[in-house]
């Protein structure tokens, strides 16, 4: 299992790295991100870990997380959406690899991307250390909940993509689903029934990366993140199915 899936990452991966479409996105994102990561920075007036960290850091991650919302749903538009264009997608559903592994392999491909362009981002932290910043676990929880949230992204912009053959379509399909589940957030707030509020926020991706940039984040931030995966897996691997109907 592991080999099909690696075999397949790779491939996808080499044609991810090849078109010019993530060079171009990961040039905006590094513009965007060093033009917010500067204002921020010139903003700050103390240079305490806390001050740097709630000033800078935390509200450059913020949007770093939001403009990943955008990113994925543009990386992966193709990813199934190309096969079922091309006619291709029946031949890899007829190959030695299983729904799951296909999903994974292609999953696996987008986030190598992301990952990379995130890796672009290092840079911030190391600033900030020259002017004695060393609060690194608040660094590294933040990171693990950007990395958590592109999964999720990346999970429905898959999903998005295995619902029809049109790329413009399975972006704007997935940039709906994760909108609708930040706005749950904007939803729990407006409503007085603390049974709602609670439901709403924990349905929300950010309220979960807020924990992690916070550097509280518990168990149920973990199970939230692994449970929304599976589950735009599960619908994944389902419409995949309806094919052999």
Same mark, same amino acid.
């Given at each position: 299992m592991i080999r099909g899936i690696t075999t397949l990452w790779k491939k996808e991966s080499r044609d991810f790295f090849s078109s010019p479409l993530v060079y171009i996105l !990961?040039?905006?994102?590094?513009a965007l991100m060093g033009w917010l990561f500067y204002n921020y920075l010139i903003a700050s007036k103390d240079i305490t870990n806390k001050t740097l960290s709630m000033s800078i850091l935390i509200p450059t991650y913020g949007n770093m997380n939001f403009i990943f919302l955008f990113l994925a749903p543009l990386l992966t538009m193709k990813l199934f959406s190309e096969e079922k264009k091309l006619h291709t997608l029946d031949l890899l559903l007829q190959s030695n690899l299983n729904h799951f592994q296909i999903i994974a392999g292609k999953f696996l491909a987008g986030l190598t991307v992301m990952l990379f362009m995130l890796s672009l981002t290092l840079i911030f932290p190391i600033i900030l250390s020259f002017s004695g910043y060393n609060d690194w676990g608040t660094v590294a929880s933040s990171y693990a909940g950007i990395v958590f949230s592109i999964m999720c992204y @990346? =999970?429905?912009?898959?999903f998005a993509s295995s619902l029809t053959d049109n790329q413009i379509v399975a972006a704007l399909s997935?940039?709906?689903? @994760?909108?609708? +589940?930040? +706005? +749950? %957030?904007? *939803? =729990? #707030? !407006? *409503?007085? #029934? %603390?049974? @709602?509020?609670?439901i709403f926020s924990y349905l929300s991706t950010p309220y979960h990366f807020e924990s992690f940039v916070r550097g509280a984040?518990? =168990?149920y931030n973990l199970i939230y993140f692994v449970s929304f995966i599976g589950f735009f897996f599960y619908l994944t691997h389902k419409s995949l199915d309806s094919r052999n109907w």
């Open positions: !990961a040039g905006i994102f590094c @990346l =999970s429905v912009g898959i997935g940039f709906g689903i @994760l909108m609708f +589940l930040m +706005l +749950l %957030v904007l *939803t =729990s #707030n !407006a *409503t007085h #029934n %603390v049974l @709602l509020q609670q984040f518990r =168990s």
